[in-house]
């Protein structure tokens, strides 16, 4: 199984907080909840959420507090945020997007809609979570039918290298360590050797040069692995 995109609920709702966290899980997401804003501060800095469904209304810290420390944290800049509201002023909409936010969404919403912006947000982040067809150079990769190709010859690759080589696709260039694949590939709370990680990106690459072509990743040394 691929790691799941894992999405932050913030709602300090309980009814609310609940019908949202059930329905994202049926759509194939990890679901982590938070009730107020310190809580969701504290989970979104743990564990590097792929998304955050923030609420404008929370006690205390309020959702624009919330993004606002998300987009000035360097872990957590990047994470999509969707805020919602029960506001749907002009202005009030304006404010949310000055605090970085990466959609809006006003209640009462529509869950198809949430949905299909999330999955949007997603496309731009982690393009194989949604299904995308990934290319680099002469290399593609169908990630829903679970199939890579290099040129016009598909390559035969294990389920591990297989999302190796998916998570080096969504961001050509990107150096990542060991750790970070880790976690990323066999996932947070599964123990593996780092040096797995160089076993698996020696069969990747064996994999990927099998009709003689050249070597698309790069070891970079004392820090990891990147593609091109
Ligand atoms: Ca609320």
Known sequence: MAHSPVILVVEDEP??????????????????????????????????????ILDWMLPNV???????????GTQ?????????????????????LETGADDYVTKPYSLAELLARTRSQL????????GETLEY????????????????????LGPTEFRLLTAFMERPGRVWSREQL?????????YVDSRTVDVHVGRLRKALRGGGEGDPIRTVRGAGYALG
């Open 182 to 190: 880790l976690d990323r590939v066999w996932g947070r709370d599964i």
């Open 76 to 96: 957590t800049a990047r994470i999509p945020v969707i805020m919602l509201s029960a506001r749907s002023e002009e202005v009030d909409k304006i404010r949310g």
């Open 62 to 72: 309020s959702g624009i507090e919330v993004c606002r420390q998300l987009k000035s």
């Open 123 to 130: 496309r731009r982040t982690r393009p194989s979570s949604v």
């Open 15 to 52: 009814a609310q907080r609940e019908v949202l966290a059930y329905n994202i899980a049926a759509e194939g997401f990890d679901v982590l909840t938070a009730d107020s804003g310190d809580e969701a501060l504290l989970i979104a800095r743990e564990t590097t959420p792929d998304l955050i």
């Open 137 to 156: 150079e002469d290399i593609k990769l169908d990630t829903s039918a679970h199939r890579a190709f290099r040129g016009d010859a598909q390559i035969n």
